[in-house]
């Protein structure tokens, strides 16, 4: 008799609704409908390197499809540069020698971006390695869509919805920020769903005294409260210049010293940009001379059932792993593209941002509905 194939999965970097919704989808097909035997990890890279596993059965699976965050746990550890005992250590051959010793046919890595990157290293290194999109960012290139994406939508919509009457009523300018990363997805989405009147994305570098135009336009006509949605990533046309030319600094950097310097000047960015949102309500405050407050979002946007879209989503993806891995197709992503799930190569992946493209319909949407951009 042919042995049994036998899977491995594990979910990694930044959880997201959806994620197990999807280890259902591809255990039941794995288990139930081609007979192969499913092993979990515990998270992420690290329980492969450590061989922490949780066994995963018919029973384990039934009732997490609308369960939020992951049974398997997450982490952000990278398999070539892990934290063992106080020090950075590379772990890609324990990793593979691990999932050698266990008879694994593939292993299976729910993730972002990030996970994409790690996933072919070990492909890379000789694994048989398959991954699926997660992220409430959706900044994973060649896919359509990341499941956590639709039900962080929702919920910042929702958000948006709410501070629109506690805005209205007390005649403030309401900030309120929205994950995503580097990328607008979620800030532009929700800002158009939820009719916020300025939207402020990292693709669009923003003009302070534009946004404080448009506000007072809006007091002019009658409307003294505005709701700027801007996300995490966003920021001010000279904090953009600013931060290009230091990534060019570092790029260009002839030695060690000069190259430790545009660094420290990138840190310095950084930490300044934390408190931006906070920065800007400031800022238009004293512009507008209308109260202002802040709402920062944060992990509630992560948290949580996923919608039906992500649930739908994340069992399309997870069933067609499993035919994938049965027709023995590695080293790829399995990508959303329209109705169909297909499988892209992790090189074409890994490494690559979907920002939102300037000239994108949602862009051009907002705009018409007369939304305040930045620029
Ligand atoms: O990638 C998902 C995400 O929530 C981003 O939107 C956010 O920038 C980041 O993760 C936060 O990461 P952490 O969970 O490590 O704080």
Not at 245 to 263: C, I, L, Y
């Amino acid at each position: 008799m042919a042995k049994k194939r036998r899977i491995g999965i594990l979910t990694a970097g930044g959880d997201s609704p959806g994620l197990n919704a999807a280890i259902r989808a591809v255990g039941k097909a794995a288990l139930g409908y081609y007979g192969m035997e499913f092993v979990g990890f515990r998270d992420g890279f690290r329980g492969v390197a450590e061989d922490h596993r949780l066994r995963l059965d018919k029973s384990t699976l039934a009732g997490i499809l609308t369960v939020g965050g992951t049974i398997l746990g997450t982490s952000r550890d990278k398999p070539h540069r892990m934290e063992v005992d106080g020090r950075k250590r590379d772990m890609t051959k324990v990793i593979v020698r691990n999932c050698e010793k266990l008879g694994l046919d593939a292993l299976v890595c729910l993730g972002g971006g990030g996970t994409q990157k790690n996933a072919l290293r070990l492909a890379e290194a000789g694994l048989p390695v398959i991954t699926l999109p997660k992220t409430i960012d959706n900044d994973v290139a060649m896919t359509d869509a990341t499941f956590g994406f639709a039900t962080a939508l929702g919920i910042a919509t929702e958000a948006i919805d709410r501070l629109h009457s506690t805005a209205h009523s007390h005649h403030r300018i309401v900030v309120t920020e929205i994950m995503g990363h580097r990328a607008g997805w979620l800030a532009l989405g929700a800002g158009i769903a939820g009719g916020a009147d300025v939207i402020l994305i990292p693709e669009i570098p923003y003009d302070v005294g534009a946004i404080a135009r448009a506000i007072r336009l809006r007091s002019r006509h009658g409307t003294n409260f505005s709701i700027v949605a801007v996300a995490e990533g966003a920021m001010s046309k000279q904090d953009a210049q600013a931060l290009q030319a230091a990534q060019q600094r570092r790029e260009k950097a002839r030695d060690k010293m000069h190259r430790q310097a545009a660094n420290l000047e990138l840190e310095a960015l950084e930490a300044k940009h934390a408190g931006n949102t906070l920065r800007l309500a400031k800022q238009l405050e004293e512009l507008t001379h209308l109260e202002s407050r802040v709402t920062i979002l944060g992990y509630v946007q992560r948290g949580g059932t996923p919608s039906a879209a992500d649930r739908l989503l994340a069992t399309r993806l997870g069933t067609a792993c499993a035919d994938l891995i049965h027709e023995g197709v590695f080293g790829v992503m399995v990508a959303a593209r329209g109705d169909a799930a297909e499988p892209v190569p992790l090189e074409q992946v890994a490494g690559k941002l979907k920002t939102v493209p300037p000239e994108h319909p949602w862009i051009t949407s907002a705009r018409r509905v007369g939304t305040c951009l930045g620029d």
